[in-house]
């Protein structure tokens, strides 16, 4: 059972790589994962300025897909919470604001810079890029974290990926600790 909560920055669930790895360890219940409709409305935008080849529909369909895997991940009351709040890029505060609402210990994100740990440590809070947080899983529960990762390089049809070719995608998501780990169990990928 979880024993701690991570709330996913809109950064990490952009590209879809890296994205469905995280969805899915937040499956193995190792912790629990939470997100809001803001974090959401972030990263389709992110991708609708990026894919013209992708519809808001398919992203609705993600979204609603993502909100049932993991059961009661979206934070709500939290919006009074953020103009009470300080950071380098206002736009983050209500990340802040979310993690705050839900008691998360964790905020993973690849913009460390945004949440210093001087100010989100106030709140007993800390910023992790997502490969030292995955690397953190693997310290817990190594076969969790690879068995996630063999699933999710199976359910890859189109085209099937390797392990090797599984664990470049991985490494092209910023995630050069993990694939390193990863590299040590590929028999079991």
Same mark, same amino acid.
């Given at each position: ?39 959401? !409305? ?10 013209? !080849? ?9 979204? &609603? ?17 953020? !103009? ?11 990340? %802040?604001a ?7 210990g ?9 949440f ?20 953190? *899983? ?32 991985? *490494? ?8 390193? &780990? ?5 028999? %079991?990928?």
């Amino acid at each position: 059972m979880a024993n701690f909560t991570a709330i996913y920055d809109a950064c990490v669930l952009y590209p879809a790589p890296l994205r469905d790895f995280l969805l899915r360890l937040a499956m193995t219940e190792l912790f629990r994962a939470r997100w809001t409709d803001h974090i959401h !409305d972030e990263w389709t935008g992110s991708v609708l300025g990026n894919r013209q !080849d992708i519809t808001t529909e398919q992203l609705e369909r993600t979204r &609603q897909l993502m909100n049932q895997a993991v059961p009661d991940c979206l934070i709500t009351g939290y919006e009074e919470l953020i !103009d009470s709040l300080e950071l380098p890029d206002p736009d983050d505060r209500h990340v %802040l604001a979310a993690a705050i609402r839900c008691q998360a210990g964790v905020i993973v994100t690849f913009n460390l810079n945004d949440f210093p740990a001087d100010i989100i440590g106030r709140y007993g809070i800390e910023a992790q890029h997502p490969d030292e947080f995955i690397g953190h *899983l693997l310290d817990l529960n190594p076969g969790a974290v690879c068995n996630v990762a063999r699933l999710q390089r199976q359910a890859l049809k189109n085209p099937p990926k390797s392990p090797e070719e599984f664990l470049d995608t991985l *490494l092209r998501q910023g995630l050069a600790g993990t694939v390193a &780990q990863l590299e040590d169990m590929i028999e %079991l990928l």
